[in-house]
């Protein structure tokens, strides 16, 4: 556990550092550690000296859960973020009105009826067409993957397909859920069921964003818990293939949503039409509290934002703060933020954007994508995090699909890495409540955005792309 500084009373920092007085007019790595040492060991000392983005994390997953696209819920949590921005005083705060996919769950369960009956813990999965009202019953053909089901393909008309894929890593498991569906329909599959993607079920399923290419008929398509469709396996691998019913009402409305992206600003000082950008994505799933699926990379770069403007630390170059909209089903917002920011003649002008989407357990250091020089840039700022604890910069950033659309028109990029063990375990479920966060480590995910945020928008040199 590291020593942490509880400070008596916010020391207004504008009396201590005027980082325009103290630029020295080099890029040069040392200039850089010995010019924002201090600045950044106080942002660090203010921003783990407290718990309230922990508190903010809290709130806003508390009041505002199950934030999906086209709800009611995201909208009123999108309210309280502008109020609250406006309590924080930060100085430009608009919206940007989205067109967002509408999709509702509506009632849906899934049960055993062969060997015996029992209800099968089950969520459907985003996109999912719903099942007739008399929902559907057949046969399983179990497999553990696409191959597999190649393999099968006589057995698989008129059935229910379960994958019971292991989980390897998260891109490689979550091909199930995402075209589990196709794949079995394009071999006659009436319905489809994924286990939980998860390293760790414990009873659960996990939703998440299924796609249909067109090509084949649309089937509906459900994840249950790893219990359960390993359960299913067994009755399958001895010859005895279990008999289920899954029902669900989902259905994508006709008419998109309109929904807001969040943008709230501190401008620079001295050339404010140049931009870094920090953010997260404020819609969620429909289940659990998207505490940290990502009301945590909202509330961390939020406050990170709050402690530089309330620190009187006014960087040369604007930070922006966004929360994108739906990205969970659809990424429509970090889509219309890329053409927004194109309509206006801003793209150019973005030197960084930096998201948080990936939890915010202990972090352990910047995943960038970008130029080596832009890297070569940004390594002395990773290293001024030393008083809290070492953190590295690496290629290849995680949790960044709002800010994709940015990167491929060519601006640098980052995620913050953070110990990610057990991301998963909740990721998309029921469990994603904020008590799996610690108060402490959420506080340290702040100063990591805020130091590395600051520094990029002050430093001498732009962060070239
Ligand atoms: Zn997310």
């Known amino acids: ?20 007085s103290s630029a020295a007019e080099s890029g040069d790595g040392n200039d850089i550690r010995s010019q924002y040492e ?39 949590a999108i309210d309280w973020t502008l109020a609250e921005l406006e309590r924080d005083g930060i100085p430009v705060i608009r919206t940007q009105d989205v067109e967002v996919p509408h999709w509702v769950r509506g009632n849906e369960y899934a049960k055993l009826v062969h060997p015996y009956e029992k209800d099968l813990p089950m969520v459907g999965l985003g996109g999912s067409i719903r099942t007739p009202a008399e929902g559907i019953t057949a046969q399983t053909v179990v497999v553990e993957s696409f191959e597999e089901l190649k393999e099968r393909r006589d057995e698989v008309p008129g059935k229910i397909v379960i994958y019971n894929q292991p989980f390897h890593d998260y891109g490689q498991s979550v091909q199930y859920r995402v075209w589990g569906a196709d794949r079995a329909s394009e071999l006659g599959a009436i319905g489809a069921m994924i286990r939980a993607v998860s390293p760790n079920s414990m009873g659960h399923p ?63 000082s001295e050339y404010p039409e140049e931009i870094v950008v ?36 006014q960087p040369k170059r604007t930070i922006r703060l966004v929360f994108w909209t739906n990205e969970e089903n659809g990424v429509m917002g970090g889509r219309a933020y890329r053409d927004k920011v194109i309509e206006k003649g801003e793209l150019e002008r973005h030197q960084l954007a930096f998201e948080v989407d990936f939890g915010v357990f202990e972090p352990l250091g910047y995943g960038f994508q970008g130029s080596a020089e832009a890297f070569e840039m940004l390594k002395p700022i990773a290293e001024l995090m030393s008083p809290m604890r070492d953190m590295h910069l690496r290629e290849g950033a995680y949790g960044t699909v709002d800010i994709g659309p940015l990167y491929r028109e060519g601006v640098p990029i980052m995620g913050l890495d953070v110990v ?46």
């Open 1 to 20: 556990m590291l020593a942490r500084f509880i400070i008596a009373g916010l020391l207004p920092a504008l009396l201590l550092f005027s980082p325009n």
């Open 38 to 76: 201090d600045i950044a060991a106080e942002i660090i000392r203010q921003a783990t000296g407290t718990h309230r983005a922990y508190d903010r994390l809290a709130y806003l997953s508390d009041y505002f859960p199950h934030r999906l696209s086209g709800s009611e819920m995201l909208e009123d």
């Open 206 to 268: 996990h939703t998440g964003m299924s796609r249909y290419s067109g090509e084949v008929p649309r089937i509906p398509i459900a994840s249950i818990s790893a219990e359960d469709a390993m359960l299913l396996h067994r009755f399958y691998q001895r010859g005895d293939p279990a008999t289920v019913t899954l029902y669900m009402e989902a259905e994508l409305k006709e008419e998109p949503a309109i929904s807001r992206n969040v943008i709230a600003e501190i401008p620079g």
């Open 278 to 313: 920090i953010g997260g994505h404020i819609d969620s799933w429909d289940v659990g509290h998207g505490a940290m699926d990502d009301a945590s990379g909202v509330v961390v770069t939020w406050e990170a934002l709050r402690l530089i403007h309330e620190m009187g630390l």
């Open 420 to 465: 990610t063990d057990k991301y998963f375990w909740y990721h998309h479920s029921l469990k994603d409540t904020v008590d799996k966060l610690d108060p402490d480590e959420v506080a340290e995910c702040v100063a990591a955005v805020a130091v590395m945020a600051f520094i990029v928008a002050d430093m001498p040199e732009r962060l070239p792309w």
